[in-house]
């Protein structure tokens, strides 16, 4: 009985020292990213919602919360990603706060038809959740933040269960910049030399009644 418990010990010692030698698991990542860092007054630009780094997980569903600046930056529409099913085979939802826009999908799909959504040659690829425009109003730096609410918001993976994902530790920031002024367009060649011609024509005249 003494060489069981020992072997028993042993193997739980062994058990734990693999689970701490073991890679962690890499929590899947939710990012807010756009092509521009800056924007001029009255101009669009476009932010991008991703779920990155998915691993072996599949994602059915989100509800996330995308913070702004209302007094620099003004929402304009929102468009969700295919690979939940598009709005045909999903449940999708955005509504608009004070300074913050709440977007919500829940797919219908079977956890097969979401792996062959969100793979591309059998590896797992990046899903791009939704796309959101923003016009900016006023000039300064605009931040953009994620955030959920822990009782109801957050991602969902096989059967709805939750997810273990990351946010930006960072808030994304845009700048904006005084409206570019309007350009002015160069005077016609043909007119200038019309109205040269013109005067041409007048101090002529005028000349010569002064010399009569």
Request: hydrophobic share 50%; aromatic share 8%.
């Amino acid at each position: 009985m003494t060489m069981l418990n020992g072997k028993s010990t042993a193997g739980g010692v062994l058990c734990a020292l693999l689970m701490l030698l073991a890679p962690p698991s890499k929590a899947l990542l939710i990012s807010l990213e756009a092509a521009d860092t800056s924007v001029a007054s009255g101009e669009q630009i476009g932010l991008q919602l991703w779920a990155r780094d998915l691993g072996t997980e599949i994602v059915s569903g989100f509800e996330l919360d995308v913070n702004f600046n209302s007094s620099l930056m003004g929402f304009d529409n929102s468009l969700f990603g295919d690979a939940l099913g598009n709005g045909i085979d999903s449940l999708q939802d955005s509504l608009q706060g004070s300074g913050s826009i709440n977007l919500a999908e829940i797919s219908f799909l079977s956890d097969a038809e979401l792996e062959g959504l969100q793979s591309n040659g059998g590896s797992r690829v990046d899903v791009l959740l939704a796309s959101l425009f923003f016009t900016g109003s006023s000039v300064g730096i605009a931040e953009f933040s994620l955030s959920f609410d822990p009782l109801f918001g957050g991602v969902f993976g096989s059967g709805a269960t939750d997810l273990t994902f990351d946010l930006p530790s960072q808030p994304l920031l845009i700048e904006v910049q005084a409206a570019l002024a309007a350009p002015v367009s160069e005077p016609n060649q043909f007119a200038m030399i019309l109205m040269m011609f013109i005067n041409l024509v007048v101090a002529a005249k005028f000349s010569g009644r002064v010399t009569r």
